[in-house]
């Protein structure tokens, strides 16, 4: 059986580093918001026959329409180019496709999509996100303090609710700094799909942190006093071990296929759900059921009143 909760400070320590880079990224670098959180355009489209490079289409934006504040990217897999720049009305839409269109840049373009979203949306968007992460965290917590009220001692059922907000911060810190790092050195922007990938994270976090909280409370019922409450702790988490690392790592390798063979424009979403998952598991075994053993005296043992 695998020591896990004697060596806490170890999983400790490296979960500080890495939530303290990444908050110090958040700080220093910022995100770099996308289209449709900042306001913006996002342009598609595909060019027929040998399609020009990033470079030369980034050169006709820049130098013959005077647009210097273009990001292009290519989608390999679709043969598909996207091209975000600031906010562009129909006309000037029309006319900066006449002009990529023409003989002597893009003849061969084909539109896809084209889409202008005004800053007072993506303002509302940003809000309604907020709102939605913080009533996801209201209900986590009141759905855990009441699910556990019968395992209250030693640890109050309100504290498992502490300990797994704490763990969420964990989970999302994490691929939130690396998206800092990313927007600061590479340009990499948040979106909309950040948003639904953070959610997403914070929901497998919960699930699978309540596997092994879940274990831990049906121990403590059935000791009844007879061993320490650390001891049991690591009883649960080592009896739960295989099924937490088995059952994420069949996601993480469909998200690893999904990240190199998958659309350009959710590559960066399928690596926030990847570095956001691969850091639940490490939580939910080395982070949220130690801490737990924190709240409590080192020599505590399992109490439980008969029911």
Avoid: C
């Avoid at 600031?86 to 990529?100: F, K």
């Avoid at 979203?117 to 709102?131: C, F, W």
């Amino acid at each position: 059986m695998l020591n896990i909760v004697g060596r806490k400070k170890i999983w400790f320590s490296i979960s500080g580093l890495l939530v303290g880079a990444a908050i110090v990224a958040i700080v220093l670098f910022g995100f770099r918001e996308g289209v449709d959180l900042a306001g913006g355009t996002l342009w598609e489209f595909n060019v027929v026959g040998t399609a020009p490079t990033v470079a030369q289409v980034q050169n006709v934006f820049t130098n013959d329409l005077k647009l210097p504040d273009v990001t292009v990217n290519y989608d390999s897999l679709h043969q598909t180019f996207l091209v975000r720049l600031g906010e562009v009305n129909e006309t000037n839409h029309e006319s900066y496709l006449a002009t990529l269109a023409n003989p002597n840049e893009l003849p061969a373009l084909k539109e896809s999509s084209f889409q202008s979203i005004g800053p007072s949306i993506g303002a509302a968007l940003r809000k309604n996100a907020l709102i939605a992460i913080f009533l996801v965290l209201l209900g986590i917590s009141l759905y855990i303090a009441f699910a556990f009220r019968k395992a209250s001692r030693p640890v109050s059922s309100w504290k498992y609710g502490w300990m797994t907000l704490l763990t969420l911060f964990h989970d999302v810190a994490i691929p939130a700094g690396l998206l800092a790092v990313l927007g600061h050195y590479l340009g990499v922007e948040i979106d909309s799909n950040f948003i639904v990938a953070i959610l997403v994270v914070m929901g497998f976090s919960v699930h699978d942190t309540i596997v092994v909280f879940d274990r831990i409370r049906e121990n403590v019922i059935l000791n009844r006093g007879k061993e320490k409450f650390d001891t049991v702790v690591n009883t649960s988490v080592n009896q739960t071990l295989a099924r937490s690392v088995n059952t994420s790592l069949t996601l993480i390798l469909v998200l690893l296929a999904l990240y190199f063979t998958g659309p350009a424009d959710l590559q960066y979403f399928v690596l926030t759900l990847l570095v956001g998952v691969t850091t639940g598991i490490y939580s939910s075994i080395f982070i949220a059921s130690p801490g737990l053993v924190l709240m409590i005296p080192k020599e505590t043992v399992v109490k439980v009143r008969k029911s």
